[in-house]
């Protein structure tokens, strides 16, 4: 019985990570009118669990694009977690930051989010589904201007047996709720792996491929590395 459920978890794993590699790579051979465009992600964070069921991440996050050559953003996020099961917990968070808009420059923006999650353990492999509600909302030159989005996204992690590193996969849909959802579809994917340094220390390590919507001509990737201290 065990040796079938490690073929499922192994199969599980590479199916997943195959998909991603596949739909990374797909999308810059298909589109002859789109280009892909590099940056990196850069992130501190600092993590504590209140009680058993509540913990807070506080995150500050620096984002840069045009082949790595013009700064992108800058973000300070709080996010709040409540365990509502063994296999489900909530988020509620909130983002204020600096992007750096190729129309008008430097622009304060702010994100509200909600997010649900649910998780199951199979053997070494964990995969969870993740709903997330976006609300961005900044000034625009004539107006107040917001996006609201569903953001669903299917991710894999694999625990390796008396090993640092634990890698992980995933995809993620992004649906605009206003001003027509189906102009504005695309895939956010990501391949990497978490690395415990210590009991307190952690680092993720990742590279994230987004594809564009209409709106946006380009592809986008990032490479990525983000440090956290568990409190």
Not at 20 to 25: D, E, G, K, P
Not at 83 to 102: H, I, P, R, T, V
Not at 192 to 203: D, Q, V
């Amino acid at each position: 019985m065990n040796f079938i459920k490690n073929k499922v978890v192994a199969t599980l794993s590479k199916i997943l990570i195959l998909m991603v590699l596949v739909q990374i790579i797909s999308p810059s051979l298909k589109a002859q009118d789109t280009y892909d465009d590099w940056g990196t992600i850069m992130s501190l964070g600092l993590s504590k669990d209140i009680t058993d069921k509540v913990s807070l991440i506080w995150q500050e996050q620096y984002r840069s694009r045009d082949n790595f050559s013009t700064k992108e953003l800058f973000a300070h996020s709080l996010t709040a977690t409540y365990d509502l099961c063994k296999f489900l917990s909530g988020s509620l968070g909130y983002q204020s930051y600096q992007y750096n808009s190729e129309d008008n420059g430097w622009e304060s923006r702010q994100k509200y989010l909600v997010y649900v999650t649910g998780d199951y353990d199979l053997g070494k492999l964990n995969m969870s589904l993740r709903e997330r509600y976006q609300d961005t909302q900044w000034r625009g030159n004539k107006s107040f201007m917001t996006k609201k989005y569903i953001m669903s996204t299917l991710k894999g992690k694999y625990d390796i047996r008396d090993c640092s590193f634990e890698p992980f996969a995933s995809a993620e849909m992004f649906s605009l709720l206003n001003d027509s959802p189906k102009l504005d579809k695309k895939w956010r994917y990501e391949i990497g792996s978490k690395y415990k340094i210590n009991e307190h220390n952690e680092l993720d390590i990742y590279l994230r491929y987004t594809t564009s919507g209409i709106y946006n001509k380009g592809n986008e990737g990032k490479i990525c590395v983000g440090y956290a201290y568990v409190l």
